[in-house]
């Protein structure tokens, strides 16, 4: 299944309780924003989120990427 733009996103990822970070922080590489590019999303999940949460949620949509500092 896919993911239709970002509100979508920000849904589904509440609903099963992944939070993401959606402001940038200072530095080259800060990268905290739900960013799209040609239907693939790219986002940035909070520290302390559990890898198999994010494992499933990306089995279930298949145009997402998440990030996870541990």
Do not use: D
């Not at 590489?29 to 999303?41: A, D, V």
């Not at 940035?44 to 279930?60: C, D, R």
């Amino acid at each position: 299944m896919n993911l239709h733009n970002k509100e979508h996103v920000k849904t589904e990822l509440n609903k099963v309780g992944i939070n993401i970070s959606t402001t940038r922080t200072n530095g080259q590489n800060s990268f905290r924003l739900i960013y799209e590019s040609y239907g693939l999303f790219c986002v940035n999940a909070v520290k302390g989120t559990e890898l198999e949460a994010l494992k499933s949620f990306t089995n279930k949509w298949t145009n997402i990427i998440i990030t996870s500092n541990m």
